[in-house]
């Protein structure tokens, strides 16, 4: 009688067939014959992951830009142009890193905060600012996010305020490299968003772990909810602020030429840092199965 064994050290793994073995489980004399491992039988190929890991950064670098062209704009017209990209890098940073891991969350106060910052933009026509449909946004979001956060015991939400202090955290490191291009290189800003996608996703992968170890237990549940859920629901009310300037034009004048730029700039910018994040994610990942 033949008992083929798997035996797992580190990085190595042997078949061992250990014969002579009684049917009360005693073994006699083994004899043990050791072989290599062909990984192929355990891992799948290489090029399955490296195109996941190039799909997945692509998608965050895609979502990074949809976030970080919007905020810097706003915040150039309302404050001094030195602001623009450090609140749009932290932003951009920390509401994505949110969006992201919160997916079921997101699509539920999706629903809930489009009917209602929607309705309210077609009833009061109130287009002039983008602080109520972003409080509007935020506060549904908010409540929505309690609720789950109480009854999905299973989610990732739970981690909210670790990746939301990671967030912060590298978009204002970040927000250095985009303050320094904007004063001196007066440079695109699509390229700039494609420049900092990667390197902001980089950075945030490298210190997550270790903020979600440390700072994951801070908040109850309905908190951890509640927050990511006002991020997404604030994002949701501001991005339709945004969509209802650009396709329905009924802006106040003067927002009209802000919102111009963002409806020219945004899409360039989410192709060209979806295009940036998706190789350095490759690169990731052939790295990661290299070693």
């Not at 990984?39 to 799909?55: K, M, N, T």
């Not at 946004?137 to 305020?161: F, M, N, Q, T």
């Not at 490298?206 to 991020?231: H, Q, T």
Request: hydrophobic fraction near 55%; include cysteine; glycine fraction near 10%.
């Amino acid at each position: 009688m033949t008992v083929v064994l798997h035996i797992y050290y580190g990085d190595l793994t042997y078949k061992c067939g250990i014969r002579n073995i009684l049917v009360s489980g005693t073994i006699i004399r083994p004899e043990t014959v050791m072989q290599p491992r062909d990984d192929s039988e355990h891992h799948p190929p290489a090029g399955h992951e490296i195109f996941l890991f190039g799909v997945i950064w692509a998608f965050v670098g895609a979502l990074y830009a949809a976030l970080f062209m919007p905020v810097f704009e706003v915040v150039r017209h309302v404050w001094p142009l030195w602001t623009a990209p450090i609140c749009a890098a932290v932003v951009a940073t920390a509401g994505g890193a949110l969006v992201y891991s919160s997916s079921q969350l997101a699509l539920l106060v999706a629903i809930f905060s489009n009917f209602a910052v929607f309705g309210y933009l077609l009833y009061s026509g109130a287009f002039a600012s983008p602080l109520a449909p972003t409080v509007i946004g935020a506060g549904i979001g908010a409540l929505i996010g309690a609720l789950y956060g109480l009854g999905v015991k299973e989610s990732r939400i739970y981690s909210a305020e670790a990746k939301l202090m990671a967030g912060l955290i590298v978009g204002f490191a970040v927000s250095i490299v985009s303050l320094v291009w904007i004063l001196v290189f007066d440079a695109s800003l699509p390229i700039l968003a494609a420049v900092l996608a990667p390197l902001t996703g980089l950075l945030y992968v490298k210190v997550v772990d270790s903020f979600i170890k440390r700072f994951s237990d801070i908040f109850p549940a309905f908190l951890d909810g509640a927050i990511a859920g006002a991020v997404i629901g604030g994002f949701i009310g501001f991005g339709l602020w945004v969509m209802g300037g650009i396709v329905l034009q009924k802006t106040a004048p003067e927002w009209q030429d802000t919102i111009a730029i963002i409806g020219e700039t945004t899409p360039i910018a989410v192709a060209a840092a979806s295009i940036s994040t998706g190789i350095l994610g490759m690169l990731y990942g052939a790295l990661r199965s290299r070693f």
